[in-house]
């Protein structure tokens, strides 16, 4: 515990692979986890703000937008776990786009 990792999540776009200006998802990361200290926020989804990134959070609010012909793009996140464990985190639904895959981080 104490130690951090990169949580990224990948965002698909659908089939058709049309332009997706400024959609946005909220993550509420799992008991156990929070944002770490220096949070490397990184990124390859256009015109995004880290504004919801805040250290020693335990919420995400991602924005960004994905240009026509764009598959996917992602953001990556350290977070630091303070209880031993596996942690699943799932976004919920994006309207217009394929939601972001779980990713599971285990704490030991």
């Known amino acids: 515990m104490g130690g951090s990792t990169r949580l990224t999540f990948t965002v698909t776009n659908t089939t058709e692979l049309g332009g997706k200006p400024r959609f946005s998802f909220a993550e509420a990361l799992p008991a156990g ?4 200290a220096a949070p490397g926020y990184t990124t390859t989804c256009r015109y ?4 919801g990134v805040v250290a020693g959070g ?11 012909g764009q598959s996917t793009c992602s953001y990556s996140i350290r977070v630091t776990g303070t209880a031993a464990g ?3 985190s799932a976004p919920g639904t994006l309207v217009g786009l394929d939601p972001p895959a779980a990713a599971s981080i285990l704490v030991g």
């Open 86 to 88: 596996t942690k699943v």
């Open 58 to 68: 335990t919420s995400l609010l991602l924005r960004g937008s994905l240009a026509e």
């Open 48 to 51: 995004t703000s880290s504004r």
């Open 33 to 36: 986890l929070r944002v770490a």
